[in-house]
């Protein structure tokens, strides 16, 4: 695998359930991004980890949870979800926070019903 | 707060032909990094283009060229001799290299570009 992975690359889920995304760079990055696309509006930062470390939470409703284990991987567990919630959520990596190049992922479709 | 506004929702070209993509931008700074993002069907992300505030040469990559007024805070794409792999939607993006959440990217509402054969 090269660049930056995500799994699920679709996902279906009811407002109780729990599921939980998946990115993964393979660049040897050390600052890592969730980002949330909805239809006809501009991305929208939720979450930066640089060094494993959160620095960025852009008042992201509590039922989003990152989780960045190391500086490789990244993970957004979803709870209690609303169907607004529906989108794509992008991962990105930079070699360091702020970094002029992001990489991004392909994106998890997300469909909250 | 840095907006970013891309007012051209969908572009249509044919190819060979040449188009041009507009995006400003709103900012009290003076030192800012703006891009362009490619968005193909595929969903990824790809970076086509940056430009530091700070250079007056407008940056160019193959057949992707920018066309970089700060004093009017515009940054048009241009595609030339465009091909139906050009065809995705495309992001104008900013970022504000100081420390802290303003150096996060801000992007724009995209441009949907076809590429008629």
């Known amino acids: 695998e090269t660049g930056v992975t995500q799994t699920p690359r679709h996902l279906v889920m009811g407002m109780t359930n729990k599921k939980s995304l998946k990115c993964e760079q393979h660049l040897g990055h050390n600052a890592m991004y969730w980002y949330k696309q909805s239809a006809k509006k501009p991305l929208e930062l939720m979450f930066v980890y640089n060094f494993k470390e959160q620095t960025e939470n852009n008042s992201v409703p509590s039922r989003f949870s990152p989780e960045c284990p190391n500086s490789s991987h990244l993970f957004l567990h979803l709870h209690t979800l609303q169907p607004e919630d529906s989108a794509l959520y992008l991962c990105?990596?930079?070699?360091?926070?702020?970094?002029?190049?992001?990489?991004f992922g392909p994106g998890t479709r997300l469909t909250v019903l | 707060a840095q907006t970013v506004t891309q007012s051209q929702p969908e572009m249509s070209v044919q190819e060979a032909e040449t188009v041009t993509l507009s995006c400003t931008y709103d900012?009290?700074?003076?030192?800012?990094?703006l891009f362009w993002y490619k968005q193909p069907p595929s969903r990824q992300m790809i970076l086509v283009i940056r430009?530091?505030?700070?250079?007056?040469q407008n940056a160019t990559e193959n057949r992707f060229s920018v066309n970089f007024q700060k004093a009017a805070k515009s940054f048009s794409l241009k595609i030339s001799d465009s091909q139906l792999g050009d065809a995705a939607m495309y992001f104008c993006a900013y970022r504000n290299p100081k420390a802290g959440s303003a150096r996060q990217l801000t992007f724009g509402s995209g441009t949907q570009l076809t590429v008629l054969p």
């Open positions: 430009q530091e505030a700070y250079k007056q």
């Open positions: 990105a990596s930079s070699q360091l926070a702020g970094e002029n190049e992001q990489f």
């Open positions: 900012t009290s700074e003076s030192d800012y990094y």
